[in-house]
T-cell receptor
Framework: GDSVTQMEGPVTLSEEAFLTINCTYT??????LFWYVQYPGEGLQLLLK?????DKGSNKGFEATYRKETTSFHLEKGSVQVSDSAVYFC????????????FGTGTRLTIIP | EAGVVQSPRYKIIEKKQPVAFWCNPI?????LYWYRQNLGQGPELLIR????????DSQLPKDRFSAERLKGVDSTLKIQPAELGDSAVYLC?????????????FGPGTRLTVL
């Protein structure tokens, strides 16, 4: 079945550091890929998405590129802030539309000033 | 615009007791999802509704779990009887439905503790 493997955490970085959170997937066909973020005390929010190979999703300074050849969707940010501290989830839907999301286990990110 | 509303936010019960969770999706959203998130894990789908119809309940433990979505709006998820392993966060999400890639909007969740 479909699966998502995420870089294990927790990850602790200093403010203004470069961030990479690795995500690889296994799926049949051409899935759509997502990054969701969960801030402390809040619900899951969509951070960015990509729906086909070589697409780049971006939002709030975060980027991720859909790499079909390596089945990856790594999350990057050039300069993190304390406010980026949260749990980040990589996810996919197999065919897009209204299908269920399959999530990774999440990566807890803590940014220290 | 109001987001997905869930209640209660927290629930503590003893094993073998029944429990119910309620979800009000975003107005106009036809698709509703219930996910369960165990500690340290990502959410996993329990059931998906398109309007009133449950179109994917393959992961719902039907011996003890039940769900309904009357009139295609609010939804209730019930566990009877609860077991220790049911302790988790239960998340409700909704999306507009229809063609294309639809973002799922999540509620804050109900944290269930079974003692």
């Amino acid at each position: 079945g479909d699966s998502v493997t995420q870089m294990e955490g927790p990850v602790t970085l200093s403010e203004e550091a470069f961030l990479t959170i690795n995500c690889t997937y296994t799926a049949t066909g051409y899935p759509s890929l997502f990054w969701y973020v969960q801030y402390p005390g809040e619900g899951l929010q969509l951070l960015l998405k990509a729906t086909k190979a070589d697409d780049k999703g971006s939002n709030k300074g975060f980027e991720a590129t859909y790499r079909k050849e390596t089945t990856s969707f790594h999350l990057e940010k050039g300069s993190v802030q304390v406010s980026d501290s949260a749990v980040y989830f990589c996810a996919l839907t197999p065919f897009g539309g209204n299908e269920k999301l399959t999530f990774g286990t999440g990566t807890r990110l803590t940014i220290i000033p | 615009e109001a987001g997905v509303v869930q209640s209660p936010r927290y629930k503590i019960i003893e094993k073998k007791q029944p429990v119910a969770f309620w979800c009000n999706p975003i107005s106009g959203h036809n698709t509703l999802y219930w996910y369960r998130q165990n500690l340290g894990q990502g959410p996993e789908l329990l059931i998906r509704y398109e309007n009133e119809e449950a179109v994917d309940d393959s992961q719902l433990p039907k011996d003890r779990f039940s769900a309904e979505r009357l009139k295609g709006v609010d939804s209730t998820l019930k566990i009877q009887p609860a077991e220790l392993g049911d302790s988790a966060v239960y998340l409700c999400a909704s999306s507009p439905g229809g063609a294309g890639i639809n973002e799922q909007f999540f509620g804050p969740g109900t944290r269930l503790t079974v003692l």
